[in-house]
């Protein structure tokens, strides 16, 4: 569903939505329930590992998984109807994926983000409450190290595969600079640097979470080039000049004021002429109704922010106009490549021009936004 500059038409149809007419429709989408928590199950019973690379019967996978011979041949005959596990007479062995990712033996495993879903089963659980206060489950507890340091890794087992890709289809000529701000694991910031083998980067987190982006950037080829810089950049203004900062997956966590002074700072940090590339859940309607992603994770910051929610392209848009930014555009991706459906916006700064830079440095640093 691309976006068009200055066309906000709602799109006709989104393709992710199955519409809910009838009675039929709205049991079935309410009984949705049950795959999920089927895998969650599994994945609970940590299951793909204890099955590893052998075949199992269904007695003695159960002692091995501590399960009850029945709950575990139910469980197995759903994992196995959806390709998760093969069924050969009475043995079932692991798929791919349970091979792979969803195996804590694979160095392909993403457990972090694994566990980060699991446990949204029980938040969700909750959403009734969080509806009626409009207040998130429990406090923000962003600075608590274990906490920033595991969801951390979660935000990495999530976007490794998605980076690269993503990194290969933005353009960032004749940029030298690059900031990755709230980059976290630094993952997307070594995608750029491993396709622009001249850049320089920098990742901007709080601390914890920039030792889970050193301990990952030690293990890439690239990570050499890679820079860190601790900081609050709601609270206080970003360290540095950049000709690119890439700002992913962070607007959703705030309120439209709190984006609106993070925008004004970014601008501030840019060299003339730099971009700031904006990646996350954009509604792309001016009503805000799609694409149902987008309108799914608003629930996900209702239920971990205390002001976060997602934004319409249009409204973003204005916030960058009011930080200075002269030109804004959609960023588009093959479909099904990206991380989210019309996901990246481009916001370009004037170029230089004599004098200029000097001139909106100081009205910069002057901005009550800062
Ligand atoms: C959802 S994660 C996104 C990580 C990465 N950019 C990505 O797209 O996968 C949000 C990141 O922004 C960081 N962040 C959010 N608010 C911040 C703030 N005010 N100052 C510094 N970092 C912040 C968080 O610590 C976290 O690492």
Redesign the pocket.
Known sequence: MPYVEGNHVPPTEDLSVQPIRSFEEFRDAVAAYRLPRILIAALELDLFTAMGGRGWTIPTLAKRVRASRRGLDILCRNLASVGLLRKQGVTYRNGPLGLGELNAHSPAYRGAYLNLLKDHWADWSQLTEHVRSGKPLEDDK?DDAAY?KA??WA??H??MDI?PRVAAQVGLEGAKTFL??????G??ALAFLAKHPRLQATV???AP?LEVAREIAETHPAGKRLSYVA?????RPIPGRYDVI?????L???SPAENQR?FHRAAAALNPGGRLLI?DAFLQDVDGLHPQEANLFAVTMLLFTRRGNTYTVRETEAWLRRAGFGRVKPVTLRAGTG?WDGGILEASLPSARPGSRARRGRSARNSPAR
Do not use: C, E
């Open positions: 962003p920033r969801f951390t935000m990495h999530r976007s980076a990755d701000l709230g980059g976290g694991p993952t997307y901007a987190d709080r979470a900081v609050d950049f709601v609270k890439w700002y992913s997956n962070v959703h966590i705030y993070v990646q991380d």
